[in-house]
C-alpha cells in the first residue's frame, strides 16, 4: 500500500478507468521502497532506472524524459542508504579494467622505446666497427668469401 496519494501513485496501477495515469507520478512511489528493501515483484531488484521501469510496469523512457524527477529520486535515494546503484558499479569496474589495461600498454610501449634504443645502439656500434674490421681484414692478406645474395623480384 502506497504511504502517499493512493490515486496519483505509479506503484497501484491497475487496468480501471480510474487508474491513475503516469503524469500524476509521485517520486516517492512505493516500487522504489521495493526495490531498495530488496524486495521486488516485477523486476529483478537491480538499483537501475531499467528495474524501476519494469517494477512499475512502464516503459523506461516514461520515467527518463517524462519523469526524470522520479530517476533522480530513486538515485539520490540509492546513495543516501550508501549503495552504489548497480550501473555506476559496472561503470566503476570498466573504469578500473580500462585502467589496469592503460597501465599495461604504456608498460610494453616503454619496453618496446628501450628495445628500440638498444638496437639502434647496436646498430651503431656494428657500424663503427664494420670499417675497423675491413681494414683490419684487408691488412692481414685474408681472404674473404662473399656469399651469394638472393635477389628477390620487385613488385
Known amino acids: 500500500m502506497c504511504v502517499h496519494k493512493r490515486e496519483q501513485a505509479l506503484c497501484h496501477r491497475d487496468t480501471t478507468p480510474t487508474a491513475p495515469a503516469l503524469v500524476h507520478c ?9 526495490i ?14 531499467v528495474a524501476l521501469a519494469q517494477e512499475a510496469d512502464v516503459p523506461r523512457n516514461a520515467l527518463t524524459q517524462l519523469h526524470p524527477d ?8 540509492v546513495r543516501a ?3 552504489i546503484p548497480d550501473s555506476e558499479a559496472r561503470q566503476r569496474k570498466q573504469i578500473v ?3 589496469e589495461l592503460r597501465a599495461a600498454d604504456a608498460r610494453e610501449l616503454q619496453e618496446l622505446r628501450d628495445d628500440r634504443q638498444a638496437l639502434v645502439q647496436v646498430v651503431n656500434q656494428l657500424t663503427l ?21 638472393r635477389r628477390h623480384p620487385g613488385p
Open 129 to 149: 666497427e664494420n670499417p675497423r674490421l675491413h681494414s683490419a681484414l684487408i691488412e692481414s692478406g685474408g681472404r674473404v668469401r662473399v656469399l651469394p645474395v
Open 81 to 83: 542508504l550508501g549503495r
Open 26 to 34: 509521485v517520486p516517492a512511489c512505493r516500487n522504489i521502497d521495493r
Open 70 to 77: 522520479v530517476w533522480e529520486n530513486f538515485y539520490a535515494r
Open 36 to 49: 531498495l528493501a530488496g524486495a521486488p515483484k516485477n523486476s529483478n531488484g537491480a538499483l537501475t532506472i
Open 97 to 99: 579494467k580500462l585502467k
